[in-house]
């Protein structure tokens, strides 16, 4: 169990260490972030609601996380360094769960100033909500990340992402935007953690499957 | 089932019965039977597009067959060295080679790997970002990770690509010093390199 | 043998559903569609679970053959998925006038999985036939018998507070009759798809086989 953690500590700090070399997708996921909430802004009619407003907050936040996720097994694909992984003595599932750290990680950085300029452009945001997105966090990078390692093998790999993901992301945003708009989310943060557990569990017992033949 | 003795002492780290593997509605091998019994030294020939980099992908089980059986050793065993090197090009080549070796979990990682860039002549290249090196110098970092954890079966996908004279020497006579102690499977356009340490072949056709 | 249970089952459980059992109450003959509707429905569900059984008998067994079964299964289930979607939407249309409505459970839980299952086709024609395609697919297929009880619980939780049931098809108020005459139809469509699953199936090994006499020939 120490050794599985360590494993994927280590690719979770090799995946921070090349982000950090490079600065490609953090600094995109930002700019995304912030530029869809400007846009938003623009689409919602003048008499601004707030439900709406959080509404789109969700679509902001699935969308930017798909951002990441799509940037997420480039580096493995570019030269063909996924066959050094899986060839390592290692679980294959702790290349998954270094990933899903990683994503979560640049997700989390990227909601940290998400949140407050939504706060600044649109209106405040209760507990509930952080609390909501965390959970949705967990789920979005623990599914994402598997259906990026398949998106990776196809052909239309760009294409096929968000293909695979939104109707797995569905839950989520209903379980999201719920906990966010409603005066008592208990039953919709309790969705949500519902999801994370299921769908890791399954994403971490297939991942195998997903990088071997 | 149970490995098949072939001589004396040689237990069978390979072993193929029917092998054959498809990409689609392309055939690219078929009903290949071999053995690579331990210590042997196997090269593999044949002409581009003959499927030599197939085979020796479903030997280190990066690739699975998709008819006949294949026994291959379990992967902490095998080194394996194919057209790419298998190293980030953002990370150095030190950075690339702590990585891997705290996967293989290496004991003494620091010395095991100051030792392998000695010997490759890339000690005084070990902290430049490997998308700066040459591809000479990219296909020895390979070696280095292949060789990393001292495997037992050793597949290399034509490793004489990309070195110079002496990068060719230098793996000349690694090959050499590897030669009774491991297992090896080699392909090669150029098999009269290794037919002096070469134990058996098999050509592709 | 399939086909002709399929096709004695529901010529017999459409005589019962129209002549037999009693019509509704409220909603007169247009209820009469639920014996269509329902089933078609049901058979959907037991065609995406058995190309999920495939999947997992795929990744456990790794045996290929698994991989046309479990592909065959998840075909036929969006057909009548999208039968599902076509049926429910005329029957609502009939109802209450409205060709979709997001208050009907059932409809988005299919819209979602027809969304889930055609993104399915989409990954496997993106990637070359081989073991890869099949585990893919299998991983693929698996979350697909996930989604179906999480958006089922999402829809159920978020229905309750948005869209309040006001239309409710299927009481338990429903007759002996009517059951029977359900069930008999039920029966058949599982029939009809077990039928359309063995024939596509053996036209796909058929297929298969010619291709490798072809390559043994050459």
């Known amino acids: 169990m120490r050794r599985y953690l ?17 600065r490609e997708t953090l600094p995109a996921m930002v700019l995304f972030v912030v530029s869809a909430l400007v ?14 407003a959080l509404g789109l907050l969700w679509v902001a936040i699935l969308f930017t996380a798909l951002l990441g996720l799509g940037r997420a097994f480039v580096a493995e694909r570019e030269h063909r ?23 979560f990680v640049f997700l989390l950085l990227a909601e940290a100033v998400a949140l407050p300029a939504f706060q600044l452009f649109f209106s405040g945001i209760d507990g509930p909500t952080v609390a909501a997105v965390l959970l949705a966090d967990v789920g979005i990078c623990a599914v994402g990340t598997l259906l990026a390692a398949m998106a990776s093998a196809g052909r239309a790999r760009e294409l096929l992402l968000p293909l695979l993901f939104l109707p797995l992301a569905i839950p989520i945003m209903i379980g999201g935007v719920g906990a966010a ?26 991942f195998e499957y997903v990088v071997t033949e | ?69 294949l026994d291959i050793p379990d992967r902490s065993l095998i080194g394996y060295l194919g ?75 034509e490793p004489y690509s990309s070195l110079d004279a002496e990068g060719a020497t230098l793996l000349d006579s690694e090959l050499a010093d590897l030669r009774p102690t491991r297992t090896l499977v080699v392909a090669t356009h150029d098999p009269t390199r290794v037919a002096r340490l070469a134990s058996g072949r098999l050509a592709l056709a | 043998m399939f086909a002709a249970a399929a096709l004695l089952l529901l010529v017999s459980g459409m005589t019962l559903a129209l002549y037999w059992a009693p019509e509704d109450v409220d909603q007169g003959f247009s209820q009469k569609i639920f014996y269509i509707h329902v089933p078609v429905a049901l058979t959907a569900y037991a065609c995406f679970g058995w190309g999920a059984w495939k999947a997992l008998r795929l990744l456990w067994k790794r045996e290929q053959r698994y991989d046309l079964e ?36 059932q409809l988005v839980l299919f819209l979602i999985l027809f969304l889930f299952y055609s993104a399915y086709f989409m990954l496997r024609y993106s990637i ?82 010619l291709r490798d006499l072809r390559e043994a020939l050459a």
């Open chain 1, 6 to 22: 360590a494993d994927a500590a280590v690719l979770a700090r090799k995946d921070v260490l090349l982000e950090l070399r490079g």
């Open chain 1, 39 to 52: 846009v938003f802004h623009f689409a919602l009619p003048g008499e601004q609601s707030r439900l709406a």
């Open chain 1, 81 to 103: 360094l996924l066959d050094g992984l899986v060839l390592a003595p290692c679980d294959r599932s702790a290349i998954w769960l270094g990933k899903v750290a990683a994503t």
């Open chain 1, 181 to 206: 708009t409603v005066e008592h989310p208990a039953r919709y943060l309790g969705f949500l953690g519902l999801y994370d557990v299921l769908f890791a569990i399954l994403a971490w017992a297939s």
């Open chain 2, 1 to 69: 089932m149970a490995p098949k003795r072939i001589d004396a002492g040689g237990r069978a780290m390979i072993q193929a019965r029917g092998l054959g593997k498809r990409f689609g509605d392309k055939r690219v091998l078929a009903e290949l039977d071999f053995e690579v019994a331990d210590g042997d030294f196997l090269v593999v020939t044949g002409p581009n597009g003959s499927g030599k980099t197939t085979l020796l992908r479903l030997c280190v089980g990066l690739a699975a067959p998709t008819s006949g059986e």
């Open chain 2, 83 to 157: 057209h790419d090197p298998l190293v980030y090009r953002e990370l150095t080549a030190l950075e690339n080679l702590n990585l891997y070796g705290r996967l293989y979990r290496i004991l003494q990682r620091r010395e095991r790997i100051g030792m392998l860039l000695e010997r490759f002549g890339l000690w005084d290249a070990r902290n430049e970002r490997t998308g700066s090196l040459s591809r000479g110098m990219l296909q020895r970092l390979g070696l280095c990770r292949t060789l990393l954890h001292e495997p037992a079966l050793l597949v290399l996908d």
């Open chain 3, 70 to 105: 479990s592909y065959t299964a998840i075909h036929m289930g969006t057909i009548f998925g999208l039968l599902t979607l076509v049926t429910g939407s005329i029957w609502a249309k009939i109802s209450w006038n409205i060709w979709w409505s997001w208050g009907e459970r």
């Open chain 3, 128 to 209: 070359d036939p081989g073991p890869q395609r099949a585990n893919l697919s299998a991983v693929y297929a698996l979350f697909g018998v996930a989604l179906i009880p999480v958006s089922f619980l999402a829809i159920r939780i978020a229905g309750t507070l948005y869209h309040p049931a006001v239309f409710k098809r299927d009481g338990p108020d429903m007759t002996g009759e009517m059951f029977a005459a359900f069930c008999v139809c039920f029966g058949g469509m599982l029939a009809l798809a077990a039928a359309l699953y063995a024939n596509e199936l053996t036209g796909k090994r058929l297929d298969e086989r």
